[in-house]
């Protein structure tokens, strides 16, 4: 499928990106019109919100070289690009002639900012969600971190049908011309909703992690893990096993979580695994072991394509399983490892993958 045919070259491609904001989702933007400009041909420009931010180009994607504007202008020869965040969804919605597509990074971010958005979409859980922030916020000030995973609270609004239907009707989603995937997992969800002009766009980690060589001298016995994903358990698995050193990646920048990952033996996510995380691949292109919670993208062999005994259901019970495994791989590291050759194989195509289908969707001018 290509929508690009129907398009002169006078066409503009406009990206909505998020000024100043550092995410694995942020940066596969960056990738996008990198690649559609520089290798396909064609009219890119990054619209950066808040409009009236100074310097909105964040300095670690400066290397992608993307021009941005302040306008956007509404023409049917235009197509207008934007993430699945509620607020990027009602900006797209003004816009009433210019195609429009909406790149899913994330399946459960929908969900959750569309509650944030407009609360009034689903009062119960509005009401379920309001006291844990201000709780949340409360611990915050207090203790200087959060005790309540507002995520754990909103998981099953996933399996929702009524407010999910609701959620695509408010903002538009049936309207698009085309639907991005870059996982798996969103493309089951999308096509279970009715929604078939769906296909699949992946992304690849940052070269910088592609080119590093691993020293298995220097690995440690530790285990990483990301206190923003899935923390009410982690919590949980750390408590069972004091004996085990864990380390959170946590204030610290693209070269910092290279080298913690280069040191460490493991790395587990036990968080919502709202799209193909890139953590996980982080990690294990960098020597690490990966241990995941059965959620999200992490549930179908596609998107984190590793053995399957190193994939256990989010639930007290199976923490004593969780604690052997990681003392097996921190003991066992090397023939572990081995486990995680093909994951890294895929990991290490991504690139010549993702310029495929791009290529496919959006012909060369």
Known sequence: MNIINEIDRDSVIYIIGRAKQVTG????????????????????????????????????????????????????????????????????????KMRKIIYWLSVNNFVFSCLLHNPFLSLKKSLQLLPARLVNKLLKNLLGKNLIDIRE???????????????????????AALHLCQSWYAMEFLNSLGIENCVYLSDYLNPTFLQQRIDFAKKED????????????????????????????????????????????????????????????????????????RRGSACNRYDVPIPE???FAVAKDNIPQIA???????????????DFDYYRAIIKREPSVFLELLSLYFPRR
């Open 222 to 293: 530790i285990v990483v893990y990301n206190p923003k994903k899935g923390w009410s358990f982690t919590r949980k698995i750390i408590q069972a096993v004091p004996h085990i050193r864990f380390v959170p990646i946590e204030n610290l920048d693209r070269n910092g979580v290279i080298e913690l990952l280069k040191r460490a033996k493991i790395y587990i996510d036990f968080g919502d695994h709202p799209g193909k995380d890139r953590l996980p691949r982080e990690a294990a292109i960098l020597g690490c072991c990966v241990i995941v919670g």
């Open 309 to 311: 005994k190193y994939k």
């Open 153 to 175: 609270l909103l998981f099953n609004s996933i399996r929702d049908r009524s407010y999910i239907m609701h959620a695509l009707q408010k903002f538009g989603i049936y309207g």
């Open 25 to 96: 989702g942020d940066e596969l933007l960056h990738q996008l019109a990198h690649h559609l400009r520089v290798d396909l041909g064609h009219n890119v420009y990054i619209i950066y919100y808040p409009l009236d931010i100074e310097n909105p180009v964040p300095p670690e994607y400066l290397e992608y070289n993307n021009p941005y504007t302040r306008e956007i202008i509404d023409d049917y020869k235009n197509i207008i690009i934007c993430s699945e965040w509620a607020r990027d969804l009602m900006i797209i919605k003004q816009f009433t």
């Open 324 to 338: 052997s495994m990681l003392e097996y791989c921190l003991y066992y590291y090397k023939e572990c490892y081995s």
